[in-house]
């Protein structure tokens, strides 16, 4: 005789393997990000005008 399919226990362990995912791709953005230093580029060192943009503070 089979045992009826306990829903509340499937629901559970699908909510947890959900959490457990967005955690696990939140931990690997935060080392993703903070594990790559990207290369040095030409940036404009004078106010950026016509919409160009310019670095902040550049590192290099």
């Not at 399919?5 to 393997?17: K, Q, Y």
Request: aromatic share 6%; charged share 15%; with cysteine.
């Amino acid at each position: 005789m089979r045992r009826p399919f306990n829903w509340r226990v499937v629901s559970w362990l699908l909510a947890g393997m959900g959490l457990l995912a967005v955690i696990g791709a939140n931990v690997h953005l935060v080392h993703v990000a903070t594990g790559s230093q990207p290369e040095c580029v030409n940036h404009l060192k004078a106010e950026g005008r016509d919409g160009a943009y310019r670095a902040a503070a550049p590192s290099c």
